[in-house]
Every structure is written in C-alpha cells, then in structure tokens.
C-alpha cells in the first residue's frame, strides 16, 4: 500500500485530516503529527522515520507553513532522503524563499479554490505512481505481444529483384489466356446447394452471360457466388460480429440486431478480480454497459473494488433518474468519513422526493463535513421543523458547527418560540450573539425583564452591550431604575446602554435615583450622562443636591445648568 506524509503547519490541522481522510479512503495510508506519532517515543525521532519510509511527502502550502520552520526542517528532511515532495497549495500564496529552494522544481496542486476534494485525486494518483506496488495491481492485464524481428535481408535478394519482373510478365500471360478460354467455354453447371452454406454470402447474377455476347473489359469484376437464403442467416450477431465491416453496395443481406452485452457478461468479465484490478476492469469495460442499470447491478459490479466512490461515480450516469432514500442508503452502507460526504453529494441530486428527520440522520452519520451534508439534503425536510426535530438535527455539535446548522434551521422553526427553547437551541455555539439575531423574530412581544436577564446571562463587555441594543426593542413599555442598573451590569459602553433604557424609565427620577444611575463616574462620562438624564431630573434640586451631582464632571457649571432647567 502506497505511504505519504503529511507536513503542514499546526494552524493547518484541520485541512491536513481532510486531506489526510480523502487519501486513507483510496488505500493510501498517511502519516500526519499528532495522530500518528507513538506514546513515548521521541517527537523529532518519529518525523524523520515516517519521512524515510513514506514514498512521497505531501506540503500544504498556505502562509502559516511559509512562516513554519518545523515544515522547513520536515521538507529538508524529505529532500535529503531523495522523497518526492509533492505541493498541495491550500492558500493563494507563494512558497517562502526557504521552501522555494526545495520545491522549484516540483509540480503544484492548487486546492485553494472550494471544495477542496476536486483536485485531490490527481494527488492520490501521483503517489500511486510513486509506489513500488502499484504494479502489481496490473498483474492480469494482458501484455502486448511484442512481434518477432524481421530476418536479415541475404545478399541473394538482388536476384529476386531483378527475377521478380519477368516472373510477374510470364504469370500475367498465364492468367489472360486462362481467361480467354473460360470466356470461350460453355457456362458451369450450377453446383446443388450446400447442406450448411455459409452464413453471409455475396450476391450472384441472375443468369450466366452467354459466351457469344460477352465483351471483354479491360478490369473485369470477379464472378459473385450465389446468395445463400435468408433463412438460413442466425437472428441475431455476437458483440464481434456486430463490429465486422459493412457489406458491398447492392449486396442482399438479412438485417441484423446489434446486441449490446448485458450487465451479467460483463460481471462475468469483471469475475472474481478484486481490489485496483477489478476497479480497472470496471474501467475498461464502462462502454459495453446498458444506457441504464440498476442499484443492484451498481452494486454486484463494485462489490470488492477498491476506490469504490471512483467506481461509483463513473458509473453513476447509467442510474436511474430518482433513487429512492433506501436505495441510497444501499449504496451509502460502510462508507464513512469524506468518502460517505462525497458520495452524498453525488447521491443527493438524484435523491427522490422529501426526507424525514430520521432519514436525514441516517443519511448523514458517520461522515466527515456533517454540516455541509446537511445543507444539501436540508431543503427535502418538512417546513416547519418542531424544536425536538431541529436539536436532534443539532445533536451534540458546538461551536461554529452548530452557529452553521442553526444558520440553516432558523427559516424552518415555529413562528415563536419560548426564551427556553432559545437558549436550548444556543448552548455551545459559538457567535452567542449572532445566533440569537437569527432566532430573534421567533421570540415573543414583549419580553419581561426577567426573560431578558436569562438571555444576557453571564455576558459581559461589548456582548452584552450588543444584545441589549438588540433586546432593547421587546421590552416592556416601563422599568425601573434598579431594572436598567441590572440590566447594564458589566455592559461595556455603560452611558450608550443607558441612554438607549431611559426613555422606558416611569416619570420623574428622584435625586437617589440620579445618584443611582450617576455611580462612580467622572469627567467627560459624567458630564455625557448628565446631559443624557437631565431630562428626567428632578424639578428642584437644593445647591447641595447639584453639587453632589455634578462633583468630578469635566465642565461642572454647564452639567448644573442643564439640571437646573424646568
């Protein structure tokens, strides 16, 4: 089995096990760091022992390895022990000056351009090539006879070229007296009819030329032989005979039906192989299949191949034009991984008719990409999706998977749905905050504060502060201060929350109230929140009441002015 070795830099990872998936799915076995390298041994130690014995090294080429100088050391190595090093470049970009020293001269793979997986196969066939045992993957293919040398021309030939003339004239007078008597002669007896006669024949005249007629031509056509009955044609020709060259013109010959093979002679061709061998005799024969075959023809044709999704694809235009979701299902079983992702990809634009939840976790088990799966069978599922159905589609995803899949369930959830089914739907994603944007038409008009609160959370800083803009717009029409104080605890941009609460604040503040919201702020924050709550401040203030306010604000004496205003 071919070998290769993955270098690529750690910020690369998660394209390096794509990568690393696509090729173990067509019998090429990978080394990758961290997953291959053995507890207990040596780091350093591994890398260069699985780069002696891989045939090929594979670079993922993107900014983060031109900036690596373990990728350096890695492709040095390689070079060093004569590997071939073959560029998969991930990222539009350049190799560095250090890694173009070693890959000047090698052949890159641009894989920058989504999906990636459309350019790897020229990959796994290069490393193939490169493999030792790649031959023996041929051993039944016939091998072309090679045809035997002429012999040596003797020094005897100049007579025959000089001989050759006169033998020509002496044989050409031969033939023409010959001819001359037989036109001469009384016509043949016609012969009794052959009990088996041939099966094709070539029309004859109907009856003789007398001899008394005839004129001779200078190129006279040779006599036909008489034209063997109909009946005794077969029905129908083999593929061989079905390829033999027309007849003449005006020769009479039975019509014929072209058999094309079945789907059961080329099994029988393809037989017990296994393996590359049977996929290449796949190959070989795609031609002599029927326009259209069955799932279970695909099925007994690729039974034991290797490359199976190759097999698969080359295959698929001769399936039928809807598969039913069981059939699928047929073709899908054991695979996993990217293989199973590319396979429904395939599979998915011939899919027949909606998909149930059920079908579609089925579908979607076990593979690589679970979340771009999904997306393409999604628009099949009911609409709407209940809020069961929807966290089952989630299950146990987090992170940016499960912002991905909620991104594409939001337009299929109930008109509404309560702060508690939200904030089910939203543990462990990541973008906390873009996710609640997506469901937030799904939430109720208004909301109480105390639901408010539960979807702030533990939030903090300009997250908080970004979900109270948003949030802002369900709440009720009046709140209290200690609410709005609740409310903005922690927010980053304090005066901008604030000022966004307080035309929802009931009537008049007290001067507590002022002190409240005020807090420990000072300068040009207090004198900005001055102006922002002057509006609801208390009619009358005494002198001690506005200095308090106003103590530590840049510009003191426009701030009491604007709270000493009706």
């Known amino acids: 089995m071919p070998t290769a070795f993955i270098s690529h830099a750690s910020e690369d990872h998660e394209v390096a096990e794509r990568i690393c998936d696509f090729l173990e799915q067509r019998n090429i076995r990978c080394w990758v760091a961290p997953r291959d390298v053995r507890p207990g041994h040596r780091y350093g130690e591994e890398i260069v022992t699985a780069i002696q014995e891989a045939n090929a090294v594979i670079l993922i080429l993107s900014e983060s390895a031109n900036n690596s100088k373990f990728v350096e050391r890695e492709i040095e190595r390689a070079v060093s022990y004569g590997k071939p090093t073959l560029p998969v470049r991930v990222r539009e970009v350049q190799p560095s000056r250090s890694l173009e020293l070693f890959i000047s001269d090698a052949h890159w793979i641009d894989a920058w351009k989504p999906p990636m997986e459309q350019y790897l196969d020229r990959l796994a066939d290069s490393i193939r090539s490169l493999s030792p045992d790649e031959g023996e993957a041929r051993e039944k293919l016939p091998t072309p006879r090679r045809a035997a040398p002429l012999p040596k021309r003797s020094s005897s030939g100049k007579w025959l070229i000089v001989a050759l003339p006169l033998v020509l004239c002496v044989a050409g007078g031969g033939v023409a007296v010959w001819y001359f008597n037989r036109s001469s002669a009384p016509p043949p007896t016609p012969a009794p009819p052959a009990i088996n006669p041939p099966p094709v024949a070539s029309p004859t005249l109907a009856t003789p030329i007398p001899s008394a007629t005839f004129i001779p031509s200078p190129s006279p056509a040779p006599p036909a032989e008489t034209p063997t009955p109909a009946a005794s ?334």
């Not at 079983?333 to 199973?340: A, H």
């Open 233 to 566: 044609l077969p029905s129908t020709l083999s593929p061989t005979a079905a390829m033999t060259s027309a007849p003449p013109e005006n020769e009479s010959v039975t019509p014929t039906v072209q058999v094309q093979p079945s789907v059961a002679e080329v099994l029988a061709i393809l037989g017990n192989a296994n393996g590359m061998a049977r996929y290449l005799a796949i190959r070989q024969n795609e031609a002599r299949l029927p326009g259209q075959i069955s799932v279970d023809d695909l099925l007994a044709l690729i039974d034991g191949t290797s490359r199976r999704s190759d097999a698969i694809e080359m295959l698929f235009p001769r399936l039928p034009a809807e598969i039913p979701v069981a059939d699928v299902m047929r073709i899908l079983d054991t695979t996993s991984g990217m293989e199973r992702y590319g396979l429904i990809r395939l599979l998915s634009q011939r899919l027949r008719g909606a998909l149930s939840v059920d079908q579609l976790l089925a579908l979607t088990s076990n593979t690589s990409r679970r979340s771009d799966a999904i997306s393409l069978l999604f628009p099949r599922l009911p609409n709407p999706l209940t809020i069961a159905e929807v966290l089952r589609i989630l299950g146990s995803t987090s992170g940016l998977e499960r912002y991905g899949l909620i991104r594409f369930c939001a337009e299929r959830l109930p008109s509404e749905i309560s702060v508690n089914q939200l904030l089910t739907l939203i543990n462990n994603t990541s973008r906390r905050n873009d996710t609640i944007q997506l469901l937030f038409p799904h939430l109720p008009n208004p909301l109480p504060v105390a639901e408010v609160l539960q979807i702030l959370g533990p939030t903090s800083g300009m997250e908080r502060y970004g979900l109270i803009q948003l949030l802002s717009q369900r709440l009720p029409g009046e709140i209290s201060v200690d609410q709005l104080l609740t409310l903005i605890n922690n927010a980053s941009r304090r005066n901008d929350a604030i000022e966004l609460l307080a035309r929802r604040l009931a009537g008049e503040l007290s001067y507590q109230e002022m002190e409240q919201l005020l807090g420990t702020t000072s300068g040009m924050e207090r004198y900005s929140l001055i102006r922002i709550l002057s509006s609801r401040a208390p009619a009358h203030l005494s002198r001690e009441e506005l200095s308090a306010l106003t103590q530590g604000s840049s510009r003191p004496e426009e701030a009491e002015k604007m709270l000493r205003q009706p």
